[in-house]
């Protein structure tokens, strides 16, 4: 089985493309086909990219784009520990720290370069949400989707630097058509870049690319060679860098990736094939299905999703999301029908109390809501609210009670339980002859039916007599 990947490669004044193969076998990368068109104004970007994609062989595969250098704002952030998850606890506060702007209009992402030490240099990359769009939308084709978006200039440097497969310093300078872009590499992590504009001021950025080159010489290797590796189309094309070349001692390597990557390439291809031209848009898609886990990734906000869609591995893990989420969601509707269902349980066992309560003789209740709404139906026809309204009420009876109950009888009532139709009241009397007339004068009230009277054994020893009055009211 074989994969397929195009990078392409913007410049600015031309965009160059490359299609590669990789068989899952053997691990054989191959050169499919090269593309090179021009352009003079930004508003030509698209017709240009959907002219390359039409064309056989770059009507399939995954698509890579690089964005122009000139375009992105970086900040180098030393970090006191290496761990990616610390990094990314911590990144956001160091990064607002460092900027003048708000990052809530940027895209931002990141690489992290370890240390011997266990500490680490992160390099920050960030480009206007306005622009990360903008090339997003380029790729906006039907059957089309962008896979990443990286950098032209650091694709093909973290390659470089892993080929040399040493940790000596060296600087890798990318050149475009109106500038150049330095990249220190200080013991395999990059330690800087400077860009500079080189259109129509010659001497001026002369003399900043070899003071640059000159600084990072002084304090990385004083006393050894510096080693300069030279790749963009601008290399082969501006005055400026020549006269760099002429002027700075140490030699300039011009990077062919294809031979550090040993990518093959049919004979055909082989005369179009120009380092310096393509060794971006190689870098790109050999990243997009060789290591797609480096480099940077700014794709635009709103075209995140596509992105996570891009590929079958990123479409079973984006299932998997939604199968959670979907489940959770039906938990919880599942969870609050059960809350529900308790609650409406706990009401029917109250509703049945409480007709029991009020018709002790019912037996079983099977539904106590209906029950009781026939009750209170049947008691409004009857002129009267439930059967508790029937007898007399709690203040009647104290009145009744204290009516009959003349002051030199001498009882002190401490206790009174009102529970229709039985009221209880306890008290103390002086002598049991006394508590007797109370039992015969409450006889005598029209809203008691009986009175029955406790007395503690023994009584008419004492000074104090506990009573206990056992009343049952009449119903109306």
């Known amino acids: 089985m074989k994969e397929y990947s195009i990078g392409i490669d913007i410049g600015e004044r031309s965009i160059k493309a490359v299609k590669i193969q990789r068989s899952r076998l053997s691990g054989r990368v191959e050169i499919l086909a090269l593309e090179e068109l021009s352009y003079e104004k930004k508003t030509e970007l698209r017709l240009v990219l959907e002219y390359i994609l039409k064309k056989e062989p770059f009507v399939s595969g995954k698509v890579n784009l690089n964005l122009p250098m000139h375009e992105c704002y970086f900040v180098s952030i030393p970090m006191p520990f290496s761990s990616r998850k610390k990094v990314e606890q911590t990144i956001h506060y160091e990064i607002e720290s460092r900027v003048p702007f708000s990052l809530r209009d940027f895209k931002v992402d990141y690489q992290i370069f370890p240390t011997a030490d266990g500490t680490s240099e992160v390099l920050v990359a960030m480009i206007p949400s306005s622009r990360a769009e903008f090339y997003g939308e380029l790729l906006n084709f039907p059957h089309r989707m962008m896979r990443y978006l990286d950098i032209s200039g650091l694709s093909s440097f973290g390659l470089i630097a892993e080929s040399l497969n040493?940790?000596?310093?060296?600087?890798?300078?990318?050149?475009?058509?109106?500038?150049?872009?330095?990249?220190?590499?200080?013991?395999?992590?990059?330690?800087?870049?400077?860009?500079?504009?080189?259109?129509?001021?010659?001497?001026?950025?002369?003399?900043?690319?070899?003071?640059?080159?000159?600084?990072?010489?002084?304090?990385?290797?004083?006393?050894?060679?510096?080693?300069?590796?030279?790749?963009?189309?601008?290399?082969?094309?501006?005055?400026?860098?020549e006269k760099v070349q002429t002027e700075i001692k140490e030699h300039f390597n011009v990077v062919d990736l294809r031979t550090l990557l040993r990518v093959e390439m049919d004979e055909r291809l082989a005369s179009r094939w120009h380092p310096q031209k393509f060794n971006e848009a190689l870098a790109l898609a050999y990243r997009g299905i060789v290591r797609p886990k480096e480099g940077f990734h700014l794709v635009s906000p709103h075209r995140g999703l596509k992105d996570l869609l891009g590929s079958m591995?990123?479409?079973?893990?984006?299932?998997?999301?939604?199968?959670?989420?979907?489940?959770?969601?039906?938990?919880?509707?599942?969870?609050?029908?059960?809350?529900?269902?308790?609650?409406?349980?706990?009401?029917?066992?109250?509703?049945?109390?409480?007709?029991?309560?009020?018709?002790?003789?019912?037996?079983?209740?099977?539904?106590?809501?209906?029950?009781?709404?026939?009750?209170?139906?049947?008691?409004?026809?009857k002129g009267s609210s439930f059967h508790l309204l029937s007898f007399p009420s709690f203040v009647h009876v104290m009145g009744e009670i204290s009516r009959l109950i003349p002051p030199d009888y001498k009882i002190l009532i401490d206790k009174m339980d009102y529970r229709p139709p039985s009221v209880t009241m306890k008290g103390?009397?002086?002598?049991?002859?006394?508590?007797?007339?109370?039992?015969?004068?409450?006889?005598?009230?029209?809203?008691?039916?009986?009175?029955?009277?406790?007395?503690?054994?023994?009584?008419?020893?004492?000074e104090r007599i506990y009573v206990t009055y056992s009343l049952k009211l009449k119903q109306k």
């Open 428 to 462: 103390v009397v002086k002598d049991p002859s006394s508590a007797e007339k109370i039992k015969q004068r409450l006889e005598q009230s029209s809203l008691i039916e009986k009175a029955d009277l406790e007395l503690p054994v023994g009584a008419g020893k004492e």
């Open 313 to 381: 591995a990123d479409k079973k893990w984006f299932a998997v999301a939604a199968g959670i989420v979907l489940f959770l969601f039906i938990l919880e509707g599942l969870l609050e029908y059960v809350i529900i269902q308790t609650k409406i349980k706990g009401l029917e066992n109250e509703m049945r109390r409480a007709y029991q309560a009020l018709i002790p003789d019912s037996g079983a209740v099977k539904d106590p809501l209906r029950r009781l709404t026939a009750l209170v139906e049947q008691e409004r026809k």
């Open 166 to 241: 040493n940790k000596t310093s060296f600087v890798y300078v990318h050149q475009e058509a109106s500038s150049v872009h330095l990249l220190f590499c200080n013991q395999e992590r990059l330690a800087d870049i400077r860009s500079l504009a080189v259109n129509g001021e010659t001497e001026n950025a002369k003399a900043q690319i070899k003071a640059a080159i000159n600084l990072f010489k002084i304090r990385s290797l004083p006393k050894s060679e510096l080693a300069i590796y030279v790749s963009g189309n601008g290399s082969t094309e501006n005055e400026t860098f």
